[in-house]
Each structure stands twice: as C-alpha cells, then as structure tokens.
C-alpha cells in the first residue's frame, strides 16, 4: 500500500507563485512516474505534469513557461513549482504514482484570485 501526503496550496494573487509538494511513503514499490492532476468545478479531471523515474517530464500546453515539476528519488518526493499563475490555475491539485496501479493524494486547494 502507498499513502500520498500533498503540501503546499493556498490563496494567491494572479501573477504570484506557489508550490506544491507531494511525499510517498508505504511499502516497497518501484516508481514508474509521479505527477499532479488538476480539476476545477465543473470540469474534468486533467494532468498537469508528471515525471518518469528517468527524468522525463510532461506538461499540459497551458502551463508550459510557467510550471516545473521536480522529483527526488531518494526521497519519494515530486515537487510542482508554479510560477506566473493565472485565475484559471484554480483548481484542487491531485498528486499521483505509478508504480503498477495508481495511487492518489487527497488533493489540495488552488485558488488565484485576480
């Protein structure tokens, strides 16, 4: 079994930043990618970026420029720094790992007032 714990979120102003991190911690498993999902009311869940366990990263179109996702394999963390946000960022963030099934965090809150 693999808990997800997210950190980070809030209340931020257009423009500003903020950062997420999300740690992984449970039994013994082998990490194929890592990453964070958004969705906002009304909307359907998507991916926002994720990272595989050789480095290779990938991002939704919207957030290029702007966000960067980060891991650390000795720590089983993945970090999302988000710069430049926009009102549209707005959503509740969901961590995820890969490791044969998906598991996911409890989600935290985004909100960019404008």
């Known amino acids: 079994q693999v808990q997800l714990v997210e950190s980070g979120g809030g209340l931020v102003q257009a423009g500003g930043s903020l950062r997420l991190s999300c740690a992984a911690s449970?039994?013994?498993?082998?990490?194929?990618?890592m990453g964070w999902y958004r969705q906002a009311p009304g909307k359907q869940r998507e991916l926002v970026a994720s990272?595989?366990?050789?480095?290779?990263?990938n991002y939704i179109d919207s957030v290029k420029g702007r966000f960067t996702i980060s891991r650390d394999n000795a720590k089983n963390t993945v970090t999302l720094e988000m710069n430049s946000l926009k009102p549209e960022d707005t959503a509740v963030y969901y961590c995820?790992?890969?490791?044969?099934?998906?598991?996911w965090g409890q989600g935290t809150q985004v909100t960019v007032s404008s």
């Open positions: 449970g039994s013994s498993f082998s990490i194929d990618a």
């Open positions: 995820f790992l890969e490791a044969g099934y998906v598991y």
């Open positions: 990272i595989t366990s050789g480095g290779s990263t």
